[in-house]
């Protein structure tokens, strides 16, 4: 799935004549649940989406594990339940209903003490009827755990839903603190419907088309990384993702699988997918400094460039060859360097020709100085330009 070109529409936002954060770049959505919602914030901030589940939700309405778990805590119900997710508390009730099992089920729970990891969890057990008994300001599992160590497990049954994969390190030390655990497996994870969609997405992702990955669960995060060491393509992934794309994550439980191979990760202080796009429309712009050109100030953005207030779409090769002129501004860069940018089809008018062409698009030809026989600068207002011999790394 290629990205979309940045359009006209998305250059303001709010009042007429202010730019949108976001105009100008590409960003990635790989979830599977919501991922409309979050494209459509995306979009409303200037961004261009392209979106490619990296994983599939999978109910297990029809389980016979579920069925007979839920069995168990009717016949003996826990002392503490424990609600992860939202959609996987409801989704539990819903299994149960297909059974005849959700009213003896929600009676069952009503003796319970409720812990709601979330919201979205604490919603759902109010929609059902209950109650839930407390639920932490963070958000995580590990405050969930610490709350329920500090009170103390011992003896008492605990029944933990899963958000679609085990938790281990959470189940064993309730286990080691001597309460018995029954966990509750209401949905799981697998590869997604469409891995061409994915396959596409992880190339555009490698081949420095998107500027962003957005993340909102942990299982998408390791589900693009398993599908691109399948298609032998993990490193130049991870190299991306550790480079100029930015892994913007939902919060520090979705960023683990990133983390876990160093790759260095973004989340807001909220774990709200509407947080996630404020804070990611405040991290892309800030990434690139403003420049005064020719008489013009100019600010490089993921696939455009916003000079005095207006985004100019740039193609993925010339944005290259701009970007190495505004690795040093100011300094002359060799044509051999900018070559390098262009790929080795290219051979040597490439150069004279992506600089006329980056010229006309930037709309001033001053912008871009030629040096004879030596190559090209950026033309720095104000004496801005350093001698040739001293870098000016942005």
């Not at 989704?91 to 929600?106: D, F, I």
């Not at 790929?343 to 001033?364: I, K, M, P, Q």
């Amino acid at each position: 799935m290629t990205p979309a070109a940045a359009v006209p529409a998305a250059r303001t936002a709010g009042p007429v004549g202010t730019v949108a954060p976001l105009a100008g770049f590409t960003v990635a959505v790989t979830a599977a649940r919501r991922a409309d919602e979050l494209a459509a914030l995306l979009r409303r901030k200037g961004a261009a989406v392209t979106c490619a589940p990296a994983l599939r939700i999978v109910p297990l309405s029809d389980d016979q594990r579920l069925a007979s778990v839920s069995r168990d805590l009717i016949a003996r119900p826990a002392d503490i339940v424990v609600a992860t997710t939202g959609i996987g508390f409801r989704g539990w009730v819903e299994a149960c209903e297909t059974w005849g099992l959700a009213e003896p089920l929600l009676a069952s729970l009503q003796g319970a003490r409720l812990m709601a990891r979330g919201p979205k969890a604490k919603g759902a057990i109010r929609a059902a009827g209950l109650n839930e008994e407390w639920s932490p300001p963070s958000e995580s599992s590990a405050e969930v755990l610490d709350h329920l160590l500090a009170a103390g497990v011992e003896g008492l049954r605990v029944a933990v839903q899963l958000h679609g994969e085990p938790l281990p390190d959470f189940t064993a030390a309730l286990r080691m603190a001597g309460a018995d655990v029954v966990e509750v497996p209401v949905y799981r994870w697998t590869a997604p419907e469409d891995v061409a969609a994915l396959d596409r997405l992880i190339d555009t992702v490698i081949g420095g088309g998107v500027d962003a990955v957005t993340f909102t669960s942990a299982p998408a995060a390791a589900g693009l990384l398993e599908r691109a060491r399948v298609t032998g393509v993990r490193e130049g992934l991870v190299a991306a993702l550790s480079g100029d794309v930015v892994a913007m994550c939902v919060g520090p439980v979705t960023a683990g699988p990133l983390m876990n191979l160093d790759i260095p990760t973004v989340w807001p202080t909220r774990a709200r997918i509407g947080a996630l796009v404020k804070r990611l429309s405040e991290e892309l712009p800030e990434r690139f400094p403003t420049l005064p050109v020719a008489g013009h100030r100019m600010r490089l953005r993921g696939q455009a460039v916003l000079l005095d207030g207006v985004v100019r779409p740039v193609s993925p090769a010339l944005m290259r060859v701009l970007r190495e002129l505004a690795r040093r501004p100011g300094q002359v860069r060799d044509r051999a360097d900018l070559l390098a940018c262009l790929g080795g089809d290219a051979d040597a008018h490439a150069v004279e020709t992506a600089v006329a062409r980056l010229r006309t698009a930037l709309g001033d030809p001053k912008i871009i100085q030629t040096v004879v026989k030596r190559g090209y600068r950026l033309a720095l207002d104000n004496g801005d330009c350093p001698p040739d011999d001293e870098p000016a790394d942005l």
